[in-house]
């Protein structure tokens, strides 16, 4: 399985954002899509996640923020991710796996896309 990722950039604070991940490879074994992020520093934490039926979690700290939209004809999940300050300045990662939740240590993962937040 290979994810693609994109959609990052510089944003204001009190932005928006849209990420994208498209799934490539081996789709039909994928169940979970979702989004981790890593800070300068820090380690990298889960940011939402959604399963092929539509099932969501969220982190707390983007609960009411961010939504994880999926587009299953497509592979595709996205972070739709409003309201944005300072804190959610990260490395944003794709990830994917077989089960309902994501697991760090057996998950497919794509490159990193940065998002700043800054004025």
């Known amino acids: 399985v290979q994810l693609q990722a994109s959609g990052g950039g510089l944003v204001q604070p009190g932005g928006s954002l849209r990420l994208a991940c498209a799934a490539s490879?081996?789709?039909?074994?994928?169940?979970?899509m979702g989004w981790y992020r890593q800070a300068p520093g820090k380690q990298r934490e889960f940011v939402a996640r959604?399963?092929?039926?539509?099932?969501?979690s969220y982190a707390d700290s983007v609960k009411g923020r961010f939504t994880i939209p999926r587009d299953n004809a497509k592979n595709t999940v996205y972070l739709q991710m409003n309201t944005l300050n300072a804190e959610d300045t990260a490395v944003y990662y794709c990830?994917?796996?077989?089960?309902?939740?994501?697991?760090?240590?057996?998950?497919?993962w794509g490159q990193g896309t940065q998002v700043t937040v800054s004025s």
């Open positions: 959604i399963t092929k039926g539509g099932s969501t």
């Open positions: 990830s994917a796996a077989p089960t309902a939740y994501l697991d760090p240590a057996r998950s497919y």
């Open positions: 490879g081996s789709i039909s074994s994928i169940n979970a």
